[in-house]
């Protein structure tokens, strides 16, 4: 567990939010997933009942 900063696809503004469940995942292997893109983004995080792009700290 641990916090992230995350992008919903409803909401253009980040969220810190804690983290739940993790997959690591290329970049583009996300975007494929979850329709997200950002350059530095490393996990795909799942949890909240959403789907959330964004890195785990």
């Known amino acids: 567990m ?3 900063l995350y992008f919903r696809g409803d909401n253009s503004y ?3 939010l804690q983290c739940d ?3 690591i995942a290329p970049n583009d292997h996300c975007s ?3 329709g997200y893109n950002f350059p ?3 996990l795909c995080i799942t949890g909240f009942n ?3 792009s ?3 700290i």
């Open 2 to 4: 641990g916090w992230g």
């Open 54 to 56: 964004g890195v785990c």
């Open 14 to 16: 980040p969220e810190i």
């Open 21 to 23: 469940v993790q997959i």
């Open 40 to 42: 530095d983004t490393k």
């Open 32 to 34: 494929r997933l979850y």
């Open 50 to 52: 959403e789907e959330y």
